[in-house]
């Protein structure tokens, strides 16, 4: 049995502040999908409106690094989440009324203590504010006050056996509410996290963001937010949790293997195939700022990995 201590988690100060994939042409059009949304506009966000979450008239909120938070109607109106459409400023739209309650979240697989969390199990986690970047690998970018509990707290109730050494995370498969599914990608949504990456203290799991519940584009009723990683493995309205000994196969991976990785830390110095990921686009803001080396939290997650001269852990 692997014993979590909240001594081996990172310390607080280093967040504080803060199907075999279908035919050539369906893995085309998930490589291009991601790009094709990319390219186009955000909204064009200023201020936020008083009274609008994130209003605050005497105080400008930054990140540790002093950029500004991302206007809520940017974080709320602005989204990738394929399930619904893959049209970004739509997703809101599409997803308003998306119902979330009874909602459970099952972890299983190579634990001692499986169990199966309803929202009122979750409540058990005390939740905290945490200040993250976001940077997508379509090369935006979003600082986002996230609200939730680390990750290592919820696997540490279910005992990860020594076998265990990553994690495989799938997001809910709701073809009545979710009309994107009839694209032809390789749902569900999975992701993976290696089992130390899960344990870091950085890894969250989100219930909310700017101090209210998580709204259905955002991942409602719980996601994930990884945020030296690309925006991709962070993925939304979780409902199963394994743990296990293999690498799991992740949706991107599949859809687009030549373009999608499993690590996907952000590195300026590593293009994805088809664009640079040295500069990224601000939302909210009119101007593109320098990416930086695993968006910023080099320092704390950096000797998670050795040789980072290998170009594998980026893509
Ligand atoms: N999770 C699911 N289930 N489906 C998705 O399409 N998109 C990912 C990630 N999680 C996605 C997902 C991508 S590419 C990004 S950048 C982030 O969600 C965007 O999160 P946001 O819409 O809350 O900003």
Same mark, same amino acid.
């Given at each position: 049995?692997v014993?979590i201590?909240?001594?081996?988690?990172?310390p607080e100060?280093?967040?504080?502040?803060?199907?075999?994939?279908?035919?050539?042409?369906a893995?085309?059009?998930a490589?291009?999908?991601l790009?094709?949304?990319?390219g186009?506009?955000?909204?064009?966000?200023e201020?936020?409106?008083?009274?609008?979450?994130?209003?605050?008239?005497?105080?400008?909120?930054?990140?540790?690094l002093?950029?500004?938070?991302?206007?809520?109607?940017?974080?709320?109106?602005?989204?990738?989440?394929?399930?619904?459409t893959?049209?970004?400023?739509?997703?809101?739209?599409?997803?308003? =009324?998306?119902?979330?309650?009874?909602?459970? &979240?099952?972890v299983?697989?190579l634990? *001692?203590? %499986? /169990? $199966? #969390?309803?929202?009122d199990?979750?409540?058990?986690?005390?939740?905290?504010?945490?200040?993250?970047?976001?940077?997508?690998?379509?090369?935006?970018?979003?600082?986002i006050?996230w609200?939730?509990f680390?990750?290592?707290?919820?696997?540490?109730?279910?005992?990860?056996?020594?076998?265990?050494?990553?994690v495989?995370?799938?997001t809910?498969l709701?073809?009545?509410?979710?009309?994107?599914?009839?694209e032809p990608?390789?749902?569900?949504?999975?992701?993976?996290l290696?089992?130390?990456?899960?344990l870091?203290d950085?890894?969250?799991?989100?219930t909310?963001?700017?101090?209210r519940r998580?709204?259905p584009?955002n991942g409602?009723?719980?996601?994930?937010?990884?945020?030296?990683?690309? =925006?991709?493995k962070?993925?939304?309205?979780? &409902?199963?949790?394994d743990?296990?000994a *293999?690498r %799991? /196969? $992740? #949706?991107?991976e599949?859809?687009?293997?030549?373009?999608?990785?499993?690590w996907?830390?952000?590195n300026?110095e590593?293009?994805?195939?088809?664009?640079?990921?040295?500069t990224?686009?601000?939302i909210?803001?009119?101007?593109?700022?320098e990416t930086?080396f695993?968006?910023?939290?080099?320092?704390?997650?950096?000797?998670?990995?050795?040789?980072?001269?290998s170009?594998h852990w980026?893509?």
């Amino acid at each position: 049995m692997v014993k979590i201590n909240s001594s081996e988690i990172t310390p607080e100060h280093v967040y504080l502040s803060r199907r075999r994939f279908m035919t050539g042409a369906a893995k085309l059009l998930a490589g291009t999908a991601l790009f094709a949304a990319c390219g186009r506009r955000g909204p064009s966000v200023e201020a936020p409106e008083p009274g609008e979450p994130g209003a605050t008239p005497t105080e400008v909120r930054t990140d540790e690094l002093g950029n500004m938070l991302t206007p809520y109607r940017s974080v709320a109106g602005f989204n990738n989440y394929y399930e619904f459409t893959l049209e970004q400023d739509r997703v809101a739209e599409v997803a308003m =009324g998306f119902v979330t309650s009874p909602w459970t &979240v099952e972890v299983g697989g190579l634990v *001692d203590k %499986p /169990k $199966t #969390f309803d929202l009122d199990d979750l409540q058990q986690f005390d939740v905290e504010e945490r200040i993250y970047r976001m940077r997508c690998v379509e090369a935006w970018s979003m600082v986002i006050p996230w609200m939730g509990f680390p990750l290592w707290r919820l696997l540490r109730e279910v005992e990860p056996t020594s076998q265990a050494r990553y994690v495989r995370f799938e997001t809910v498969l709701d073809e009545l509410q979710m009309p994107g599914l009839r694209e032809p990608f390789p749902w569900p949504y999975v992701e993976g996290l290696r089992l130390d990456e899960a344990l870091h203290d950085l890894t969250l799991l989100v219930t909310g963001v700017y101090g209210r519940r998580l709204p259905p584009q955002n991942g409602a009723p719980i996601r994930l937010a990884v945020p030296w990683k690309y =925006g991709l493995k962070s993925l939304k309205s979780i &409902v199963r949790i394994d743990l296990v000994a *293999d690498r %799991p /196969k $992740t #949706f991107w991976e599949t859809a687009g293997p030549r373009e999608y990785g499993f690590w996907a830390n952000v590195n300026p110095e590593v293009p994805h195939p088809r664009w640079s990921q040295a500069t990224e686009r601000v939302i909210g803001e009119n101007r593109r700022k320098e990416t930086l080396f695993f968006n910023g939290y080099a320092d704390a997650v950096a000797d998670l990995y050795d040789d980072l001269s290998s170009e594998h852990w980026y893509r």
